[in-house]
């Protein structure tokens, strides 16, 4: 049997026949692609995505190298159980939490884990051959014991969120079955853990449910229910949150769901749960000559879809993962976390993602309550760190005082998390998202820190001591003058698009001429602050937030490189203390700043697995930091790609602006910029072959297109487009909302769409290959 496992299953996209997986069964659903290997597929997205699956031919033992499931809700993982005949099936959802905001956020509003499903078997586990494929989202494979084996096929449906477990065993493995075992509901968070903490009672178990009242009131209910047919077994799980609410009927709800799912049929599900999977790939492209970080790229896109909803909990720490054997990070962390793991949501056109401005849209009331009381006059806000999905920071929680003996590392969350947010108006130019969450919680959160900013004997607006994040406190700290002078030129700029005549303008101009410089040094650059240097390696890029992402400064210009070179090459020459996102976002700096082979290399040496500081890139593409783990740099390296291949700051479209020579090809397809522009374009051979750009909303194009000699211009009929030249490589186009512009070579035409581009060695699947 372990020898037919491995005809059926190694190598393969689709994971087993339409013999082992029945369509019409009502425990089973039919294998996509006949079992045709990937390699031969008719579609280049499919193709590409298929690739990148995960597999896995040793036992996992955790969730730094299991596969993953999940819907943005519910998550699943699957691992060594404790026993030699065991698997673990653990489960938990983005929004099981406690509600005791007499805490500290990470304390009183801690997700809390769920529990887990335990397959157990009649033999010991001998061998796995197990496959996660991205395109369907979905779990393949089979397992050998001394007793047998069994194939199954695991998913978390996409729209209704059920987990569906689907086994079939051979002779000798008919008993494998199912069984729950919830876990404690407490936090497992040690960190300034409260004296008169106490857990959250046990819960009600009943026939297929476990019923978890919370202290606080509310709860939430795991039901599920097997279905048999002959040998093969269909698991049907839900986990149902009410809070506030009465957790019986939670109870009801996922009891109820479970039914529904079970009647559904298989099929039926897994058929709309592959629609929206395939439709959610084709959204973008990109394909480069390093397969491994290809498939990395992919992996992060699951990871994102898996982890967060644009109607759902923003990104945490752990995603929709509750680790088994908990660390300190129980929340969302909004002190750096939030910020790079999400912006690759806008590059990579899933604005259906985007969790963090619906955060502020629907729970900006709760901002006023981070703000010190002696300040809460309804003019000023802030965002305490960690908070809740729906920031909250605990309500005798806030962010302290600039200047007394309160400071924290807190006062730039809020500012920091609407960039977030006004990268998300900048690549949709939807005036909504301006008018309706940047303006007014920019204004308020500007207001905050205007209150702390002082004339100083030179006419400056100076500010008072504050915290560089993890670094050192500092007068005139870099870290907040950037997103003090970020914040009052988008408000200034934001006034104008909305047209408001806002009497606060008069201020914000002020502060955006007179807002003291930062600090520096002559050799090194751009200092923490005011008499502070950076002194010893630091993994935290907050005095550099000017450079990038703010991108105060442009390297375009003239006058700013030599001291955007000379920070940079500061925070660089110190790495022992660096953590993944230090290289991530020292990339994407490289990369801004035209130096496509320093890009690489600091993206490579990430993903490349290397361990510094105790921190590197896990088997499966999550993160650990000591014992402490976490998915926010991975994903945070998906931007530094996207840097590599388009920018859009500043009012010019750059395609391909630091792609390394070692990419002699790479092909993208509908990348999404600054200006709500779709690229599409090709190299190959080291020279860009051709670009699309279709307009979404009719900005102004100023195109820095990267290709030797004249070029034509031509809409996507082939008709010529008028265009003017805007400097060295560079046109200036114009092109009416929903209009598209084709760049060539002169004489040259488009020849086909994205494609895959040829490998430049072999490359290792992610996971547990070997």
Known sequence: MHELSRRRFAGTAAGATAALWLAGSRTAWAAPGGGAPASHGPDVYERTVRAAAMRWRRLPTGWQDAPFLANGFLGAQLYRGAAANTLKLMISHTQVQDQRGQWRGGTGYSRLPVGHFTLTLAGEITAVEWTLDPYDAELRGTLTTTRGSLTFSALVQNDSGALLVSTRPSPGEEAAAWSFQWLQAASTRLID???????????????????????????????????????????????????????????????RAVDRALSTGPGRLVARHREWWHAYYRRSFFSVPDKRLQAFYILQLYKLASTTRAGGPTLSEWGPWYPEVGNSWTAVWWNLNVQIGMPAVNGTNHPELDSVTQAFRRFEKNLSTSVPPAYRDGR???????????????????????????????????????????????????????????????????????????????????????????????????????????????????????????????????????????????????????????????????????????????????????????????????????????????????????????????????????????????????????????????????????????????????????????????????????????????????????????????????????????????????????????????????????????????????????????????????????
């Not at 702390?452 to 500010?463: A, K, N, S, V």
């Not at 410089?517 to 005095?543: C, F, N, Q, T």
């Not at 030797?708 to 909302?737: C, F, K, Q």
């Open 193 to 255: 853990k409260p004296a008169d903490y106490t857990p959250n009672p046990d819960p009600r178990v009943g026939a297929g449910f476990v019923e978890q009242p919370l202290l606080a009131g509310g709860g939430w209910t795991t039901a599920w229910r097997e279905r048999r047919e002959g040998t093969g077994r269909l698991l049907a799980a839900r986990l149902v949150y009410r809070f506030p609410g009465d957790v019986r009927q939670a109870t009801a709800d996922a009891v």
């Open 380 to 770: 000023s806000y802030a965002l305490g760190h960690p908070s809740d999905w729906q920031l909250r920071a605990g309500d005798t929680y806030d962010v302290g005082v600039p200047g007394s003996d309160r400071v924290s590392d807190n006062f730039g969350n809020l500012t920091w998390a609407l960039h977030n947010v006004w990268l998300s108006y900048r690549h949709s130019m939807d005036l909504a998202t301006l008018r309706d969450v940047v303006y007014p919680i920019l204004a308020k959160a500007v207001n905050f820190y205007a209150r702390f900013l002082h004339e100083g004997g030179d006419g400056r607006l100076h500010l008072l001591t504050t915290r560089s994040p993890e670094y050192a406190d500092a007068a005139d700290c870099t870290y907040d003058l950037s997103l003090i002078r970020w914040g009052v030129r988008t408000l200034i700029e934001s006034a104008r698009l909305l047209r408001v005549d806002d009497p606060r303008a008069r201020q914000w101009h002020d502060i955006a001429a007179r807002l003291t410089p930062y600090a520096e040094d002559p050799a090194d650059g751009v200092m923490i602050g005011k008499d502070v240097p950076l002194a010893a390696s630091h993994r935290h890029h907050s005095h550099l937030l000017w450079l990038y992402p703010l991108r105060e400064r442009k390297w375009d210009r003239q006058g700013d490189r030599d001291v955007m070179r000379r920070s940079l090459a500061h925070w660089t020459s110190m790495r022992s203390a660096w953590h993944g996102y230090s290289y991530a976002t020292s990339s994407s700096m490289y990369a801004v700043m035209g130096e496509p082979e320093k890009a690489l290399d600091q993206l490579t040496f990430f993903t490349d697995g290397n361990t510094v500081a105790d921190c590197g890139l896990t088997p499966n593409t999550m993160y650990r930091e000591g014992k402490n783990l976490a998915l926010e740099s991975p994903l945070a390296a998906v931007q530094s790609m996207l840097d590599m291949a388009v920018q859009g700051d500043g009012g010019v479209l750059k395609v391909f602006p630091s792609v390394s020579e070692r990419w002699a090809d790479a092909s993208i397809a509908s990348l999404r910029t600054e200006g709500a522009f779709l690229v599409d374009a090709d190299r190959s051979g080291g020279a860009t072959r051709w670009i699309r750009i279709r307009s979404e909303a009719g900005e102004p194009l100023t195109l820095d297109h990267g290709i030797s000699g004249a070029v034509d211009v031509r809409d996507e009929h082939g008709r010529p487009l008028s265009w003017h030249g805007a400097g060295p490589g560079r046109i200036a186009v114009r092109l009416p909302r929903g209009a598209t512009a084709v760049v060539t070579p002169r004489g040259a035409r488009v020849s086909g769409g994205p494609r895959d581009v040829p490998p430049n060695g072999p490359a290792e699947p992610w996971g547990l290959p070997s």
